[in-house]
């Protein structure tokens, strides 16, 4: 069993940053998918972005609304997955969520993130 652990949401003026983070309970290693995904009220939940770990690197994806302004990142010795989030936008307000795909999927229990506008 593994635990997701969030951190990072808050609230944010539009045109500003925040930095969300997804720490595992155990050692996951490296070769597993960690990403993001968020749901805003009434919507479903889309896809952020996700982190594929591969030998020699990893492979990266974002959801088109995102591209250009948030980066997915990994720190493997702290089984840790990161999301820097640029240029925020009102329309980026939602919950985020963090999940691993190792063998099982794993959801971590949601942040808040808030962009005004």
């Known amino acids: 069993q593994v635990q997701l652990v969030e951190s990072g949401g808050g609230f944010v003026q539009a045109g500003g940053s925040l930095r969300l983070s997804c720490a595992a309970s155990?050692?996951?290693?490296?070769?597993?998918?960690m990403g993001w995904y968020r749901q805003a009220p009434g919507k479903q939940r889309e896809l952020v972005a996700t982190?594929?770990?591969?030998?020699?690197?990893?492979?990266?994806n974002y959801g088109d609304s995102v591209k250009g302004r948030f980066t997915i990142s990994r720190d493997n010795a702290k089984n840790t997955v990161y999301l820097q989030m640029n240029s925020l936008k009102p329309e980026d307000t939602a919950v985020y969520y963090c999940?691993?795909?190792?063998?099982?999927?794993?959801w971590g229990q949601g942040t808040q993130v808030t962009v005004s506008s």
């Open positions: 999940k691993l795909s190792w063998g099982f999927e794993y």
């Open positions: 155990r050692d996951v290693g490296k070769f597993n998918v």
């Open positions: 982190i594929t770990g591969i030998t020699g690197g990893d492979l990266t």
